[in-house]
Structures are given as structure tokens and as C-alpha cells.
């Protein structure tokens, strides 16, 4: 009904939080998101369920919120920040805190029956314990204070790599495929370090753990069979049930993996195998460009999600045309839009299909023009409307700035035209992450500490995943523009974990993947022609084998003469290309086939 109560929900503000001092309230914090199944239960319930009737569009509890608490309600895609501090192990998340944002209390979803008991116990506490939960809440903040001072140095490389691989080994579900006996993620980075271990050793058993599971993943009901895209993980240990949602960083992260593996398999004289898992990369970028791409003359992007709907997703291909897709999140976000480039760059050269490289190239335009401030400060995401978009408050945030920065210098690597702007752009973004996001420890924050922030979030955390992943862009920019300072910087990043990293377990590969290669020199091949097109079919040639750590310097003649002098790389025959290690390089190379077989 109209005049029905509703929870009058706040955005996450300082007016908010200077509210709840002012009524001396609790703040009820409700972090959801628009793809998220349970969240929309919680909040309008299942028809015909007794149980799950939805907690906020109960009048009474409505009304009970009101009345005692500040709510404030957070998106998580559009806030990664608060989410980092405050979920509670899943979507939707349902928070307590003081007016100062300390954890009063927590859990995930719940029930009408459970809120109901729930709220006036939080009320108690706080009107008649307050002084007891501060005290708690002091002597935490102090026993989580990151170190101020300069950690050691890079951990060893082999140490972390096989601390993590036996941790994968001895949790691997030898009937099933991934990793343990319960509910299954996707976990690229495991199975990425996965193939490094097995083209480091060439072990057969590394092979067919990832095949195994990206097969699984890509044939059962963790897989959208009938119009493509991977769900976003399966509820089963057997991946045949699973949460409905379809996520773009999901599938940003999986192509190329999944392209990369077939590669592997192939090799391995597995050819069913190979086949199995290219058809799923096909499909995949079918569903991509069908269903979440926008591509016309204002922008170029990928869609964040595709909302969860059991009932769709079982119908058949018939039955669905007669039925209105689920909700798709046509926000861009940076980050993920910014691993979809890469993806697509990468996944071009292996399937041999250019024009995803194209479609690549427009995207990173889009991402340039929307989401880089000046400074290189990024946008986190921006909202489409009938005017234009319009951004966020969040920006400058770590996984942002790291996301961009890599494929701005994989677009380098693979677009000769390109090579110059996109290494320029790169080195704009991680300034101003050293500049705004490097801690006195060497690791980095998250998130700037000004009004981006908007002071509320009084803790600065240190991700391991984020500060990871910026590293890697910081080798590549060593590299690429070699400054050595940029690879310092990235090993001092890498070391601030090196005790931390194995509390982490499995969900560590990602650490390891950097610190290998933050140890290690890359593959390095320059490419040296007179013509854009030259370099464009050599770049193609040179990214074809799979290679753990590699860069890829494409040199005109004409725009690099400077450096094809300081490198003294002969310039009689071109186009030629010269494979290196640190300071020793291979004789001249002038056929571009020669590169395919792999460094």
C-alpha cells in the first residue's frame, strides 16, 4: 500500500553518521547488492514462503528501525571500500555500529523472526552496556594497527610458491575437481598458478587438476548452457547447483585462463580436453557481447552483473524468449571493465580473432576518458543516464589504479599505435597511487585518506589481493619504461606479506604469481619495424605462447629511435625481433613463426 512503513534508508554520508551522534542512535548498516538473491529476499521476502517474508518490508520492523536506528543502506559493488570493512562473511550483510562506525554487532542474512529478536538486544546493548563494547571495540583497533615502520625484504619466491601449491594440493577435491568438499568458487588465480607450476615443471598432474576443474566448471551447472556465462559459484561440491548471478569480473578473470589452459592441453596431446575448454571461451564471449556489452558512438563497456533468477535460468532457450531476462547492472565500473581489456587482448591472440583486440582498444578509450582524472586519479564507477553518466563519489581506490594501470600496459605490449599513450596513461594512474596510497610500512591502502574517504573509515587496511596486483603493474612499468625504482617499490609491497600471506591459504596464489614474479626477470622480446602493421603482426606472433612473465617492447623506427640506439639493436633488415633476459639477448630473429614456438 502506499502509505505502508518503509526503512528510510541514508547513503553512507557524514550527514548520516553526524545524525546518529546528534540522536545518540545505533547505525543499522544493510550492505547488499543488486545481483544478490538474498538481499532482494531481505528485503521483499518470497511469495508464498511462511519463513522468508522480507525483513524491511515488514511494517513493524520498518517502524522499529526507524525509531532506534540510523539505517544506512551501501552497494557493494559501488563501495568496495565499506565492504572491505564491514561484511560479515556474505551479501547481504546486516551491520550494527556506534555514530563513529565501530562493529557493535554482525551477521548476514536474516530472518523476520531472527530481526525482530535481534533489534531490541542491540538497543540494550548500546543504551545499557555502551562503555563495556567501547572498551572492547579500543583494545581490537589497537591489536589490528598495521606496522608503521619499513618491513624486510621480498620473501623467497620457491618458499611461497610451494607453501600455497601444497596447500592447493592437499585441498584439491580429487572427484569433483577445485578445491574442497563444500560450496565451490572459481579461484582463477589458483589455477593460474597452477599452469605456471606446470609449464615451470612440466608435471602432468598439475595439468589435469586445472582441467579437470575448468571443465567442470564450463559443462555443469555452474555454467549457463543455454545462453553462456558463468555463474558465479556453485552451491555443491559437484558444481551442479549454483548461485544464479553472473558477474563481468568473474568472466574478465576466466577467459584468459580458460584460453590459456586449452593451450596447455593441446600441447599435452589432450585435444578433447583443449576443444571442451575453447568452445567454453566461445561461448562465454558470445554471452559477453550479447547480453552485457554496450557498444555505440558515447561508450564502449561491459555491464557489472546479471542478476540471480532461478526460475530463468532453468527454462529452456524456447521458454526464456518468453520471459524478461533478469535485471542487468549497466554501471561501469573501472576495475572490471579495466581486467576485461586485458582478458580480451590476451584471448584475441590465442583464438586468433582480432577483433576482440579492437573491441579491447574501445573499451580502454572509454575507460580513459570517463574514469582518469587529470592526476590519474580513477573513478571507481559511473551511473548511465539520459545526460551522459554520471560518477560516483569513490575514486582513487587501490584495486582501481592497479586494474588500469595493467591493462593500459598490456595494451602497450599489443598495439603498436598505442604503445606511447598507453604507457603514459599507465604511469599517470600508479604516481598517484604511490603518491596517495603508499603506507610508511611500503604496502598500500585502499583507499586516499581525504574527502574520497569521506573520513568515516578510520581504518586504512592494506589488501593483500589489491596490493598484489598493483605490484604486478609496477613490474610491468619497470620493464617496459625500464625504472628500476617502479620493481623496488612493488618488492617492497610484496614483502609487507611475507608472514601474512600463509594465513590466507589457497586464496594466496595470487601473492605467490606476484612475488615469483617480482623475483625473476621476464622473457622480454623487442620488436623492431618501420610500420605500425609490421609491429602489429610481430606483437601477435610474440603474445601466441603461453609465457608466465613476459614483456613486450614494440619499437617504430621512427618514435623510438632513441631507444633502438641506446639498445643497439641492428636496423639493416626489418622487421626484426630480439629475445632477451636481463642484459643478454638472442641473435637477430626475422621470422615472426620463430616467436610463436615460446620463449
Not at 285 to 300: H, I, K
Not at 306 to 334: C, G, I, K, N
Not at 488 to 508: D, P, T
Not at 513 to 534: G, Q
Amino acid at each position: 500500500m502506499a502509505n505502508e512503513m518503509r526503512v528510510q534508508w541514508r547513503e553512507w554520508s557524514d550527514e548520516a553518521f553526524a545524525e546518529a551522534k546528534a540522536q545518540d542512535k545505533p547505525i543499522l548498516l544493510g550492505i547488499s547488492a543488486v545481483w544478490c538473491h538474498w538481499c532482494h529476499v531481505m528485503d521483499r521476502g518470497i511469495p508464498g514462503d511462511p519463513i522468508h517474508t522480507g525483513v524491511y518490508s515488514d511494517p513493524q520492523i520498518a517502524a522499529y528501525i526507524n525509531e532506534h536506528f540510523i539505517p544506512i543502506r551501501v552497494d557493494n559493488d559501488q563501495r568496495p571500500d565499506i565492504n572491505a570493512r564491514y561484511n560479515m562473511g556474505g551479501w547481504p550483510t546486516t551491520c550494527f555500529l556506534t555514530p563513529d562506525g565501530e562493529v557493535i554487532y554482525g551477521a548476514t542474512y536474516l530472518a523476520p523472526a531472527q530481526m525482530r529478536q535481534l533489534l531490541p538486544r542491540v538497543v540494550e546493548v548500546w543504551r545499557n552496556e555502551r562503555e563495556e563494547v567501547l572498551a572492547h571495540l579500543r583494545a581490537h583497533a589497537q591489536a589490528v594497527e598495521p606496522p608503521a615502520a619499513p618491513v624486510g625484504a621480498l620473501p623467497d619466491a620457491e618458499t611461497v610458491l610451494n607453501a600455497v601449491l601444497t596447500v592447493i594440493t592437499r585441498n584439491y577435491d580429487r572427484r569433483n575437481g577445485g578445491l574442497g568438499g563444500g560450496q565451490k568458487f572459481p579461484m582463477s588465480e589458483v589455477w593460474s598458478l597452477l599452469l605456471l607450476q606446470h609449464h615451470r615443471s612440466g608435471e602432468a598432474a598439475w595439468l589435469d587438476m586445472i582441467a579437470q576443474t575448468l571443465i567442470a566448471m564450463g559443462t555443469r551447472g555452474m555454467y549457463d548452457r543455454v545462453a553462456g556465462g558463468w555463474f558465479r559459484y556453485s552451491t555443491t561440491p559437484d558444481w551442479s547447483v549454483p548461485h544464479f548471478e553472473k558477474m563481468l569480473e568473474d568472466h574478465a578473470r576466466l577467459l584468459p585462463l580458460y584460453a590459456r589452459a586449452a593451450q596447455h592441453c593441446q600441447q599435452a596431446g589432450k585435444t578433447a580436453e583443449a576443444e571442451t575448454l575453447l568452445g567454453v571461451v566461445q561461448s562465454a564471449l558470445a554471452y559477453l557481447q550479447s547480453t552485457l556489452l554496450r557498444d555505440d558512438a558515447e561508450a564502449t563497456y561491459f555491464a557489472g552483473s546479471q542478476d540471480a533468477d532461478e526460475h530463468y535460468y532453468m527454462l529452456s532457450r524456447v521458454e526464456r524468449a518468453q520471459h524478461t531476462p533478469p535485471f542487468v547492472d549497466w554501471r561501469l565500473y573501472a576495475d572490471w571493465n579495466a581486467l576485461m581489456v586485458s582478458a580480451l587482448l590476451e584471448v584475441s591472440v590465442v583464438l586468433g580473432q582480432p577483433e576482440l583486440e579492437m573491441l579491447a582498444q574501445r573499451v580502454w578509450h572509454t575507460l580513459v576518458r570517463l574514469c582518469v582524472q587529470e592526476d590519474g586519479c580513477v573513478v571507481h564507477s559511473l551511473i548511465p543516464s539520459e545526460t551522459g553518466f554520471q560518477p560516483a563519489r569513490l575514486r582513487g581506490m587501490l584495486g582501481d589504479q592497479a586494474a588500469l594501470a595493467k591493462a593500459s600496459l598490456d595494451l602497450a605490449q599489443h598495439v603498436p599505435a598505442l604503445r606511447a599513450e598507453a604507457l603514459q596513461l599507465a604511469e599517470r594512474v600508479v604516481r598517484f597511487a604511490v603518491q596517495h596510497l603508499r603506507a610508511p610500512n611500503g604496502g598500500f591502502y585502499d583507499t586516499p585518506a581525504d574527502e574520497n574517504c569521506q573520513g568515516l573509515l578510520r581504518v586504512r587496511i592494506q589488501p593483500m589481493a589489491d596490493n598484489s596486483a598493483f605490484a604486478e603493474a609496477l613490474l610491468g612499468l619497470s620493464f617496459l619504461r625500464e625504472e628500476p625504482r617502479w620493481r623496488e617499490i612493488a618488492q617492497q609491497a610484496l614483502a609487507v606479506f611475507a608472514e601474512e600471506y600463509r594465513r590466507y591459504r589457497e586464496h594466496a596464489a595470487g601473492y605467490a604469481l606476484a612475488v615469483w614474479r617480482a623475483a625473476n626477470l621476464p622473457d622480454e622480446i623487442a620488436l623492431v619495424a618501420d610500420s605500425d602493421e609490421a609491429l602489429a603482426a610481430w606483437a601477435r606472433a610474440a603474445h601466441t605462447p603461453y609465457a608466465p612473465w613476459r614483456c613486450v617492447h614494440l619499437l617504430h623506427t621512427a618514435r623510438d629511435a632513441h631507444i633502438i640506439a641506446a639498445r643497439g639493436y641492428p636496423t639493416q633488415r626489418l622487421p626484426v625481433a630480439f629475445r632477451c633476459k636481463g642484459t643478454t639477448c638472442s641473435a637477430p630473429i626475422f621470422e615472426p613463426s620463430t616467436l610463436t614456438t615460446g620463449v
